[in-house]
């Protein structure tokens, strides 16, 4: 089974529909994070938690909000999705210590129409 | 401004032929430089962390090299399987860092048979 699961794999939505990511993983790392993937522009941080309590936004952080339910759950919700949030989304997993590492998921793939 | 680029954009190689993708970087000190690799529709797979100038790793046909303000992919007689995108990110080594990776755009190999 794979370490760092997403769901759903694929998704089409219209404008202005409420749309939530998942994200699970079963490394027992604590830091996890939703990055964006656009054509020609590579990864973008859209948010990051250290632990349960600490959530922070990161560099394209606007339209997106996220719940981190639990130390191996974090979720990614668009609140009013528009066309151009339609992209590639990305769950990684680190540790805490050591090498901060970054695991990806096999990513969602979204399209608002 | 923090920055990572990565050349050629895209590399066309015959089966066997050998050849060096590049990550130049800037940032306020490093702490950690990052090769990933992308196939079409699936998350990056991490390759190998570098954390200081002169240091080495390799995995088989793969050797990355760094240097204070660059590393090389080196691909060894590459096969048709090698084919995807190479993806390089860098790690800030500051007090209190968010764990953030800067990426570039990636390098897609192509290599035919």
Not at chain 1, 34 to 48: C, F, M, S, V
Request: with cysteine; net charge neutral; proline share 4%.
């Amino acid at each position: 089974d794979a370490d760092v699961t997403q769901t759903p794999r694929n998704r089409i939505t219209k404008t202005g529909k409420r749309i939530m990511l998942e994200c699970s993983q079963t490394k027992g790392h604590d830091r996890m994070y939703w990055y964006r993937q656009d054509p020609g522009l590579g990864l973008q941080l859209i948010y990051y938690s250290f632990d349960v309590k600490d959530i922070n936004k990161g560099e394209i952080s606007d339209g997106y909000s996220v719940s981190r339910q639990a130390q191996a759950k974090f979720s990614l919700s668009l609140e009013s999705a528009i066309p151009n949030q339609t992209a590639l989304y990305f769950c990684a997993t680190s540790a805490s210590i050591s090498t901060d590492t970054q695991y990806f998921g096999p990513g969602t793939r979204l399209t608002v129409l | 401004e923090d920055q990572v680029t990565q050349s050629p954009e895209a590399l066309r190689l015959q089966e066997g032929e050998s050849s060096s993708l590049n990550c130049s970087y800037t940032v306020s000190g490093l702490r950690g430089l990052f090769w990933y690799r992308q196939d079409p529709g699936k998350g990056p797979e991490f390759l190998f962390t570098l954390y200081s100038a002169g240091e080495e790793k390799e995995k088989e046909r793969l050797k990355a090299t760094l240097t204070k303000k660059e590393s090389f992919l080196h691909i060894t007689a590459p096969k048709p399987e090698d084919s995807a995108t190479y993806l390089c990110a860098v790690q800030e080594g500051w007090a209190g860092n968010t764990g953030k990776l800067i990426f570039g755009q990636g390098t897609t190999l192509q290599v035919k048979p």
